[in-house]
């Protein structure tokens, strides 16, 4: 799983062909760090359809009100640089793979 900030943002998702899902988390976001683990399980069994990438909003609080994240967790799906769906709130593991699914 790719960790993404400010400088690589736009060339590794905006600027990126096909899916691509961020998972906006943040270090005081214990819902987040619940999440972590399955997320990086389903970036490794979906490895050859998406691309999955996180992004720390603690560190990058600018681009991820640029991408209109204003809650946690949230997860975000892109495809060819344009945000398509978002999951967030009470995001659990099986919303996430169920909008994946729905996406591939």
Do not use: S
């Amino acid at each position: 799983m790719l960790a993404v900030d400010k400088q690589n943002f736009e060339d590794e998702v905006l600027k990126a062909q096909g899916l691509v899902i961020v998972d906006f988390w943040g270090t005081t976001c214990e819902p987040c760090k619940a999440l972590l683990p399955f997320v990086e399980t389903l970036a490794e069994k979906y490895a050859d359809k998406a691309k999955f990438c996180k992004l720390n909003v603690n560190e990058n609080r600018r681009l991820a009100i640029g991408q209109k994240v204003l809650g946690l967790p949230t997860i975000g799906f892109y495809r060819d640089g344009v945000k398509i769906r978002e999951v967030t709130g009470d995001v659990t593991p099986e919303k996430i793979e169920e909008e994946l699914k729905r996406l591939i």
